[in-house]
């Protein structure tokens, strides 16, 4: 089964940027679609962004529109994240998985990988 690897994660001051990196192992991801989540301290798990299997439709959390962009890159098994303007409400384990269902639900995602920190400090 696919396995999903996530990078790129860093301390950054607030509006800086960071790009994220979800790379699939086992397998390939091309034909699904992939979500990004995030988990801050004693918080559930929240959507932040997906992209569809073909590219074409991305859809964001309403608190991170006009700063973040999800795309990918099929051919290297990739998918991007890419955080700019980013505030301290920002902090938080960053995750992508394999959706399987809903677009916002992480119960409806699989091939969870094991997260990467993003500390946004003011």
């Known amino acids: 089964q696919v396995q999903l690897v996530e990078s790129g994660g860093g301390l950054v001051q607030t509006g800086g940027s960071l790009r994220l990196s979800c790379a699939a192992s086992?397998?390939?991801?091309?034909?699904?679609?992939i979500g990004w989540f995030r988990q801050a301290p004693g918080k559930e798990r929240e959507f932040v962004a997906q992209?569809?299997?073909?590219?074409?439709?991305?859809f964001y959390t309403d608190s991170v529109k006009g700063r973040f962009t999800i795309f990918r890159d099929d051919a290297k098994n990739i998918v991007y994240l890419q955080m700019n303007n980013l505030r301290p409400g920002d902090t938080a384990v960053y995750y992508c998985a394999r959706q399987i269902g809903g677009v916002e639900n992480p119960y409806e995602y699989d091939s969870w990988g094991q997260g990467t920190q993003v500390t946004v400090s003011s």
């Open positions: 086992g397998g390939t991801f091309s034909d699904h679609a």
């Open positions: 992209i569809t299997w073909s590219g074409g439709n991305q």
